[in-house]
């Protein structure tokens, strides 16, 4: 059985529709998708829950509060894990925290 996997990416002007790869191996599936703040990540994390994704890692551009946020928005119905950055170089040494709940 294949697992099927996303990554959620965040950067400026990033369009999930546009900004995406799916990458295809013998045992894992993964889906990478852009997003340009919190508010899209959440919808996009509950569609990926509908379409099947088994398991949800997000950018180190989410802080902790926006990993809290797709957690709340997934309902546990997955596992969501992070790759940690206190500032995200692509996102002007701040993380998500700073820029999208101000």
């Not at 340009?36 to 994390?45: D, F, G, P, S």
């Amino acid at each position: 059985m294949s697992l099927k996997a996303a990554f959620i990416f965040l950067a400026p002007q990033a369009d999930p529709s546009l900004h995406q790869a799916d990458i295809q191996t013998p045992q894992v599936t993964l889906l990478i998708r852009g997003v340009q703040n919190y508010q899209e990540a959440v919808i996009l994390a509950q569609q990926l829950v509908t379409e099947g994704v088994q398991v949800l890692e997000l950018c180190g551009g989410f802080g902790n509060i926006g990993t809290a946020k797709i957690v709340e928005a997934v309902e546990q119905k997955i596992p969501v894990g992070t790759v940690r950055f206190d500032s995200h170089p692509g996102l002007s040494g701040k993380s998500g925290d700073d820029l999208f709940l101000t």
